[in-house]
Nanobody, 126 residues
């Protein structure tokens, strides 16, 4: 089993920045692709960003492209989501997810991921 713990959420004004972290523990041997998803009140969980196992390939939702950057540090077993130019519509609970992966693929669908964190709240005030 792999446990994922997110941190770095909080309250920020529009235009500000936050960096979310996702620390993995447990049975972390092997390679993992990682993704970030978010869920706003009354809405379904949606894809935000994904990265393949070595960080060489990334994908973003159109709504965050150019503002958010996903990365991972395999030595530290930690993933990151740098969020810049935040908007009120970015307010949501953000979840990281991990999937054992040996290929160069990234994954953008909820059902593709094996492990999930508990989420961290991001609130952007206008």
């Amino acid at each position: 089993q792999v446990q994922l713990i997110e941190s770095g959420g909080g309250l920020v004004q529009a235009g500000g920045s936050l960096r979310l972290s996702c620390a993995a523990s447990g049975r972390t041997s092997g390679t993992y692709a990682m993704g970030w998803f978010r869920q706003a009140p009354g809405k379904e969980r949606e894809f935000v960003a994904a990265v393949n196992w070595n960080g060489g390939r990334t994908a973003y939702a159109d709504s965050v492209k150019g503002r958010f950057t996903i990365s991972k540090d395999n030595a530290k077993m930690t993933g990151y989501l740098q969020m810049n130019s935040l908007k009120p519509e970015d307010t949501a609970v953000y979840y990281c997810a991990a999937k054992p992966a040996l290929s160069s693929d990234y994954y953008t669908e909820i059902y593709e991921y094996t492990y999930w964190g508990q989420g961290t709240q991001v609130t952007v005030s206008s």
